[in-house]
């Protein structure tokens, strides 16, 4: 008879269990989710800091800078002050678009850990 209830207890719990992680799924598929959209949009700003790197390594390596009119003759001092202008805004646009990458890949291993959760509670055991 003991038997009996141990098995019957079990088989009422297996409900519990299934409900439980039935919960566990859509919570963990929900992370998944805001990690998705959270990452999308680290992706954008880096496009974005990737456009200014552009612009600034143009401004800086292009044949004239976009202040100089033609024919102008510009003086030392103030080239050199905008070119160490435009060497500062390009160190901080990579350091900046290396923070995005370092969240980027962060996030990509909180998903994998994830995604390790969700198979392993779908898959029989």
């Known amino acids: 008879m ?11 719990g ?7 992680t039935d919960i566990e799924l859509e919570r963990l598929h929900a992370a998944l989710g805001m990690l ?3 990452q999308q949009a680290i992706y954008r700003q880096f496009q974005m800091v990737e456009d200014l790197l552009q612009s600034n390594d143009e401004a ?6 976009p202040s100089q009119t033609p024919g102008a003759v510009q003086n030392y ?23 995005l990458l370092g969240k980027y890949r ?6 994998a850990l994830l995604r ?3 198979l392993d509670l779908t898959l029989p055991r």
């Open 2 to 12: 003991r038997l009996g209830w141990i098995f019957l207890i079990f088989l009422l």
């Open 14 to 20: 297996m409900p519990v269990q299934a409900a439980d």
């Open 36 to 38: 998705d959209e959270e």
């Open 60 to 65: 800086l390596y292009g044949t004239r800078h």
């Open 77 to 99: 001092d103030d080239v050199v002050a905008a070119q160490k202008k435009l060497v500062r805004r390009g160190e901080a646009l990579y350091r900046e678009a290396e923070d």
């Open 106 to 111: 962060k996030i990509q291993d909180e998903k």
């Open 116 to 118: 390790q959760k969700i």
